[in-house]
């Protein structure tokens, strides 16, 4: 029995160093500006990145789910409420993104992975769940569905107030 914990313990370790390295070739390629890397903790990593907006946002790996995902990655503020119709305008555009309507490369295979958006205390968190073992696919698949949701869904009128309102709440890496 033991001889399976270990084995189980050794693939997840190996993915969170997998997916730590990815997150590294994001900020060598300056897609980041900062990564703080975190630790394995209950099953789940939690890096920090300084990305779009000069804001930090959490990338999480679930290792119990099979999941990477950015909680919180529209966050409810005090200061700017999410407009009403965010969530169910987002959720179209991702659609879009998603089925590949610009281009097929956006199309996220369902045999490695399944995009997730969901709506928890306020906060939108984008998520995918990683079939087989693919998770340096589904991470560039979250990179660029959240990477489109950042620079091309909060651009649009309706929501500058809101980005605007999430940018001044933006906080630095310690």
Known sequence: MPDTQSKGRAHRLQVARRVS?????????????????GKV????????????HGRVYR???????GAVMFPALLPATASVAMPPQLPRELKAFLRSVVAGAARETNQI???K????VVMLHGSLTISITVRGDAYEYCMEQLMRT?????TVF???????DYRNGIV???????
């Open 168 to 174: 001044s709440t933006a906080i630095k890496i310690d």
């Open 41 to 52: 903790r209950v099953g789940r990593v939690t890096h920090r990145v300084l990305w779009h």
């Open 113 to 116: 992975g399944e995009l997730r």
């Open 146 to 150: 959240a990477d489109a949701l950042l």
């Open 59 to 65: 990338f999480m790996l679930d290792l119990d789910a």
């Open 109 to 111: 295979d369902p045999e």
């Open 21 to 37: 390295e990815v997150l590294g070739g994001f900020l060598q390629r300056g897609t980041f500006q900062e990564v703080h890397f």
């Open 154 to 160: 909060l651009e649009q009128p309706a929501y500058i």
